[in-house]
């Protein structure tokens, strides 16, 4: 019962009112000490520093006893309490480590997936590409411009190119491609990509060939185009073929 009283009597107002009951209960019971701090904490402010503290002190008295073991029990097991909180230390460790390499493993599976989407494209890209028109350059009939359209790709020329039908531009893109190359007397200037294609122009590998084998090669691609119905932004594909072997 006085328990309650005293915690009742940390409450303003009505507090008060309990620590009065609580001195005529400790005054019946021949506790004078509690009667005396039931009585101070009835003064406001000065009783909640005195008496009420006072309290809270006499209850520790009271429980020395038990304080005092559980200290003993504390000290009896220093070492296990050391190891345990040694021991989560190294769970936050690793928990922290977890966390390292999980983010690496989102990155790498970020990665593997932006791979994919490259490696899908690629396939794609190549799907596309084997579904193009493809203008063969036969060794056998034009060797000089066999040659060179082999050279042209190895060095990174396309081997898709884009049908250009402006023949302003494709004038345009034949004298850029030869500028400042001559040829001697029966011989012609091969460039590829082809002056006819988007991809024609200023940069284009070039070498000398004989003239027969330049005509033969417009007649072939003008025939290639109207075969498979090129257009003006239409793409298709030039493979070289040793037919010679």
Do not use: W
Not at 107 to 135: C, I, M, Q, R, S
Request: charged share 30%.
């Amino acid at each position: 019962m006085q328990a309650g009283l005293d915690v009742v009597g940390c409450i303003p107002v009505v507090g008060e009112i309990a620590d009065g009951a609580n001195a005529v209960v400790s005054l019946a019971r021949g506790d004078y000490v509690g009667a005396g701090l039931s009585l101070v904490s009835m003064v406001p402010v000065v009783g909640d520093v005195i008496g009420k503290g006072g309290k809270v002190v006499k209850a520790g008295v009271k429980h020395s006893d038990d304080i005092v073991k559980i200290g003993r029990q504390l000290i009896k097991h220093e070492d296990d309490i050391i190891r345990a909180g040694k021991k989560l230390d190294k769970a936050l460790d690793a928990g922290k480590q977890l966390a390292k390499h999980g983010d690496e493993a989102l990155d790498a599976g970020k990665n593997v997936a932006k791979h994919g989407d490259e490696a899908t494209e690629t396939v794609v890209k190549k799907l596309k590409d084997e579904d193009l028109p493809v203008h063969k350059v036969n060794k056998s009939e034009t060797p000089g411009i066999y040659d060179n359209t082999v050279k042209a790709q190895k060095d990174g020329q396309p081997s898709v190119l884009t049908r250009e039908t402006n023949k302003k531009t494709i004038r345009k893109q034949r004298r850029s491609a030869t500028k400042g190359k001559k040829a001697k007397k029966g011989q012609s200037i091969d460039e590829y990509p082809f002056a006819s294609t988007k991809e024609g122009g200023q940069g284009a590998t070039t070498a000398t060939v004989p003239i027969g084998e330049q005509s033969q090669q417009g007649g072939q691609l003008s025939s290639f185009y109207k075969k498979n119905n090129i257009k003006e932004g239409d793409k298709f594909k030039v493979v070289p073929v040793d037919d010679t072997k």
